[in-house]
């Protein structure tokens, strides 16, 4: 996992290098608690009207991309609750790698 594989971007917001280091190390600290290789990640980060909106991508390894997309009134907290959107997918991704049952047969189908 290194920087490379992380692009911080906005559309008309000024962002700041301490801003995209911390994004950065937030996905990477998400990253490694739950399917370790990170394949890529994408935040961007637009304005619309008085509030920001941010959207997270993430590819883990071969997995599909997963986003989290939030509106806030400041970009941190845009930021985190995007993130948090985002971590929570994996972290269902994780879960159902992890289980032990093969198809889950507490759950029936119907036709």
Do not use: W
């Amino acid at each position: 996992m290194s920087d490379e594989n992380i692009t911080v971007g906005s559309a008309h917001v000024d962002l700041g290098s301490s801003f995209r280091e911390q994004a950065q190390q937030h996905i990477q600290a998400v990253a490694k608690k739950y399917l370790g290789y990170l394949t890529m990640a994408s935040v961007h980060v637009a304005r619309e009207g008085t509030d920001y909106r941010c959207s997270v991508n993430m590819q883990m390894g071969g997995h599909n991309l997963v986003s989290g997309e939030a509106l806030a009134q400041e970009v941190p907290l845009a930021f985190r609750t995007a993130l948090s959107k985002a971590e929570k997918q994996l972290r269902r991704k994780k879960r159902l790698l992890r289980e032990d049952r093969p198809h889950q047969p507490d759950k029936f189908t119907t036709a």
